[in-house]
C-alpha cells in the first residue's frame, strides 16, 4: 500500500520569505499528488495538484515540485503572509485508487 | 466549502448511544466520504461511496455504518457510541475516485 509522511511536524518562517514544506511517499506507482491547507476549526482546503507526467506546477504564489526518483513532492509559497499559517497536507494515489494522506506540517508566519 | 454541509456541526453524546451525521452536497459529485482526524493519525478513511447505494470500507470502518440512497446525501451512523470515536469528522466528494476531493467543514464529535 502506499504511505505519505512530512518531513517535519512543525516549520516557522519568517513573513515575506517562501516557505518550502516537503512530503515523502512510498509509492513508486502513484501517479497524483495533492496538497490541502488546514486552517483551525475548518475543513481542508484544496491547494495545487500534479500528476506523475509533470515535475512542476505553479499556481497562485505557489508551486508544487515532484520528483519521481526519490519519490518526494515539496510545496513551495511564495512571500509567506500572515494567512498562510495552516496546517499543510500532502497526500498521493496510486493508480484509480483512493487518496492517502500524510499528518501534516504545522506553518507558523512570525512578524 | 464547495457545496457541502455537514450537520450537525458539533454533537455531545454518551457511550451507547446511537449518532448519525450527515453530509449533503449540491454538486452532483459521484464520490462521497467520510474521514475522521485525530492528532498523530491525520486524516483516516472510514468509508466512501461510489453511487447511490454503492458504498465500501476504508481503513478504520469498525464500529461505523453508512447509507448513501440519494446522490446528494451520505450518512454516517454510529451504532454504539465509544470513547474511541470521539474524533473530528470530515465529509469529503469528489467527481471521481483519484481526483481532488472537496471537504465539508466538519463535525465535532464528543463520546462521553
Known amino acids: 500500500g502506499e504511505s505519505v509522511g512530512l518531513h517535519l511536524p512543525t516549520l516557522s518562517v519568517q513573513e515575506g520569505d517562501n516557505s518550502i514544506i516537503n512530503c515523502a511517499y512510498s509509492?513508486?506507482?502513484?501517479?497524483?499528488f495533492i496538497w490541502y491547507k488546514q486552517e483551525s476549526g475548518k475543513g481542508p482546503q484544496f491547494i495545487i495538484d500534479?500528476?506523475?507526467?509533470?515535475d512542476k506546477r505553479q499556481g497562485q504564489r505557489v508551486t508544487v515540485l515532484l520528483n519521481k526518483t526519490v519519490k518526494h513532492l515539496s510545496l513551495q509559497i511564495a512571500a509567506t503572509q500572515p494567512g498562510d499559517s495552516a496546517v499543510y497536507f500532502c497526500a498521493s494515489a496510486p493508480g484509480a485508487q483512493k487518496l492517502v494522506f500524510g499528518q501534516g506540517t504545522r506553518l507558523t508566519i512570525n512578524p | 466549502d464547495a457545496g457541502i454541509t455537514q450537520s450537525p456541526r458539533h454533537k455531545v453524546t454518551e457511550t451507547g448511544t446511537p449518532v448519525t451525521l450527515r453530509c449533503h452536497q449540491t454538486e452532483n459529485h459521484r464520490y462521497m466520504y467520510w474521514y475522521r482526524q485525530d492528532p498523530g493519525h491525520g486524516l483516516r478513511l472510514i468509508h466512501y461511496?461510489?453511487?447511490?447505494?454503492?458504498?465500501d470500507k476504508g481503513e478504520v470502518s469498525d464500529g461505523y455504518s453508512v447509507s448513501r440512497s440519494k446522490t446528494e446525501d451520505f450518512l454516517l451512523t454510529l451504532e454504539s457510541a465509544t470513547s474511541s470515536q470521539t474524533s473530528v469528522y470530515f465529509c469529503?466528494?469528489?467527481?471521481?475516485?483519484?481526483?481532488?476531493?472537496?471537504f465539508g467543514s466538519g463535525t465535532q464529535l464528543s463520546v462521553l
Open positions: 509509492n513508486s506507482a502513484s501517479d497524483y
Open positions: 461511496s461510489y453511487g447511490v447505494k454503492d458504498t
Open positions: 469529503a466528494i469528489s467527481e471521481g475516485q483519484a481526483e481532488k476531493l472537496f
Open positions: 500534479i500528476r506523475s507526467n509533470m
